[in-house]
């Protein structure tokens, strides 16, 4: 310290006036006992010395830091943790509120570019926007609300339409566990499967949500409950008889392929059936192979998950009731493989 400080005597109100600081805080420093005046006037006022502004000092560039004055006691003081610890608990504190603040920034983003779709919002749109992002944010990050968001943006005239189909299906009280109502919701299953990027944790959160907040159903192109309802009593059904055959890991590395592809298939093989192409021949052993591949691909390339879905289809009515192909199709199929894959 230059000379000429070492004995300085500051009264409180020379001290605000050279810091800054209101003498309602430095009663509160007195107080806590983080800064005390180490002196007294004749009249009975407060005097800091020159340690004790160097004290004040020190208080004042930690409280920039953001550190508590709790820790600022500590570190000043040399008890309890040492400063490398208190310093490297204020990066994790840092790091936190960075955290926050950039999920803060994607879901205020979120609801401007997503929610809201570009349009000029109002009232409404605003208090309905953010409570979708309150729904969804009890279920998922930010990070992963835009890119489910994405997923459905890919998948939406596919879904508009299928929600349609299952819509004529329950007013004309089909059962859940009608051939019409199994192709549904197997497409349904596919369809979730492919927004949410083939994610079973997500998909099985995704679930949660639609289970648990009645307010997000029938809202920005979500199923109503009613429908909701109807597609988990037949997926109910569904997932119960791959279960006789499956176990739940087996059934995460499923990978269902695009709907187009097997109405291909179907639509191919109908034509050969038409023109009387008999189990085997060089036409119904070609398509035979492509249905294969789609089976093969669906069980992720496992020859084993393969043999199990095949007897599992077989087995069970209610897996060939969904089935994309028809029954005389798929019987025409079988009759075309090679009878070791079988």
Known sequence: MAAGTTNMQLKVGEL??????????????????LVKPSGRSESGYRLYGAEDVARLHGVQALRQLGMPLADIA?????????????????IKALDRQIAQSRELRTKLALIQEVLLEGKQPGTDDWLEALSLMGTFGKYFGAGELRAIMQGWTVVQDEWMALMARVRAA?????????????????????????ALDGDFRRIARWDEMFRNE??????????????????RQAAQL?????ARHFTQQELERFRPAPEEHWRAVQEEGSRLLLAGHAAGSTQARALAARW?????????HDPVLLRKLLHANAAE??????????????????ASLDPHVT
């Open 16 to 33: 605000t006036r050279r810091t800054g600081l209101t003498v309602r805080t430095l009663h509160h420093y007195d107080a806590i006992g």
């Open 74 to 90: 500590a570190l000043l003081d040399g008890a309890g943790s040492q400063p490398q610890a208190i310093v490297r608990e204020q």
């Open 170 to 194: 329950m007013d004309a009280r089909l059962a859940p566990d009608a051939p019409a109502v199994q192709s549904l919701v197997r497409q349904w299953m596919a369809v979730v499967y492919r």
């Open 214 to 231: 009645p307010s997000a159903h029938g809202r920005r192109g979500a199923p109503p409950t009613d429908m909701i309802d109807y597609v």
């Open 238 to 242: 569904r997932m119960q008889a791959l």
């Open 292 to 300: 294969l591949g789609l089976l093969d691909g669906l069980v992720g």
């Open 317 to 334: 009515p209610l897996l060939a009731a969904g089935s994309p192909l028809d029954a005389d199709l798929r019987a025409w199929l079988l």
